[in-house]
């Protein structure tokens, strides 16, 4: 059994406590929060498991790593908090924890990725022996495994367009959707999100991941937005409202270029509400997918649906990025210490976990 820390109980820690929890390879060791509120809760009453599971929550980040567990599961935020996350992310490789985590996006890609952040990484690896492996489901594996399996059942691939498409309102994470994403602000207002270059910071490594597992050389990497605004105002269930004029719909492309044609794309359309930008692309049932379409002969398309923690669609994505990661937590662990993207880890079977319950 492989000893595993959670760190964070959000919305992907109390997926990743569930999932450390169902696998038959590892044990949960501990679990680290921030709110002092949490200090003391039951790791299955934050996880939302159903049961104890004896693992009391603690903020003593020393303690936790003094215990040496051999993976850590890193679900704190580093969307506006990079420096810290790489800080704490290096502080558990150092300690020897194979580390997994979806929170800095320029690791996705770790060969291109700056050297402010691949060295120190490297360093941490080489004084410690650990590992890490960055990951998600968008950017994660909704473009790059997903993608890439499926181009090889093409006989001519044309074009690879990964996208996301989701109702926002179902994403309990106010802060991102408001001010990083922009939802609910006047039409003048630059969300940090949108910015340009911004999009090819954060999904330009699965572009290149794409491009380098199909042999292909990228002339450059472009990027499209558009916005709409509100019709109407609308109120959401978990945010609060929204008002008319302001924006309510985002679709942007961050596309690979070959031969001056753009043939690997990232597309995301987001909406607050389905009233709004009616005539884009909408997904099956309105709520929210992740699709893959392979533009050739034949043409390819599937689309995949995730819903967890009560039907929510965007809980269900954060639970397939867990898995992507906890599953790989094991392989990793048999692996020489080093940093991974997601071309040398594979994508794991559910080996031991078929029709289980933990007990």
């Known amino acids: ?18 999932a450390v929890d169902a696998h038959p390879a590892l044990t949960l060791a501990a679990v680290l929060v921030h709110d002092p509120a949490k200090v003391g809760r039951d790791a299955g009453e934050l996880g939302g498991v159903g049961r104890t599971l004896g693992v009391a929550a603690t903020d003593d980040i020393a303690a936790v790593l003094a215990a040496r567990p051999r993976a850590v599961v890193y679900a704190a935020s580093g969307d506006i908090r990079p420096d810290d996350a790489l ?15 979806p929170s800095l996006y320029p690791l996705y890609d770790q060969r291109n990725a700056p050297p402010e952040l691949r060295d120190p990484v490297l360093a ?22 997903l993608p890439l399996l499926v181009s090889g059942l093409g006989t001519e691939v044309d074009v690879i367009r990964c996208q996301e ?58 990027e499209t937005m558009d916005r709409r605004a509100l019709e109407s105002a609308v109120r959401t269930r978990t945010m609060g409202e929204f ?39 909408s997904p099956p049932d309105g709520v929210g997918a992740h699709r893959v379409v392979i533009e050739g002969r034949p043409r390819i398309e599937v689309t995949v ?48 976990r078929l029709g289980r319950r933990p007990a």
Request: proline share 6%; glycine share 12%.
């Open 1 to 18: 059994m492989i000893p595993t820390a959670v760190w964070g109980t959000g919305n992907v820690g109390r997926a990743a406590i569930r």
């Open 87 to 101: 800080a704490d992310i290096g502080r558990a490789i150092r300690a020897g924890a194979v580390v997994v985590t």
């Open 124 to 145: 941490a690896v080489a004084e410690g022996g650990g590992s890490l492996f960055v990951s998600g489901v968008d950017p994660g594996w909704g473009n790059d495994v």
């Open 165 to 222: 498409i989701f109702d926002y309102s179902t994403y309990e994470q106010e802060e991102s959707v408001r001010h990083l994403i922009g939802m609910g602000h006047p039409m003048d207002y630059e969300p940090l999100m949108l910015a340009e270059s911004v999009p090819t910071m954060v999904w330009g490594g699965q572009i290149r991941l794409m491009a380098r597992a199909l042999d292909v050389e990228l002339d450059e990497i472009r």
């Open 243 to 281: 008002a008319a004029g302001t924006q309510g719909a985002v679709r942007f492309e961050v596309q690979g270029i070959v031969d001056g044609e753009p043939r690997i794309v990232i597309e995301h359309i987001t909406r607050i509400h389905p009233s709004c930008a009616p005539d884009w692309p």
């Open 305 to 352: 649906e995730a819903s967890d923690e009560d039907a929510n669609r965007s809980a269900g994505g954060n639970a397939t990025a867990v898995g992507r990661l906890v599953s790989a937590i094991d392989w990793l662990a048999d692996a020489k210490p080093g940093l991974y993207d997601a071309l040398d880890v594979p994508l794991r079977p559910a080996v031991g």
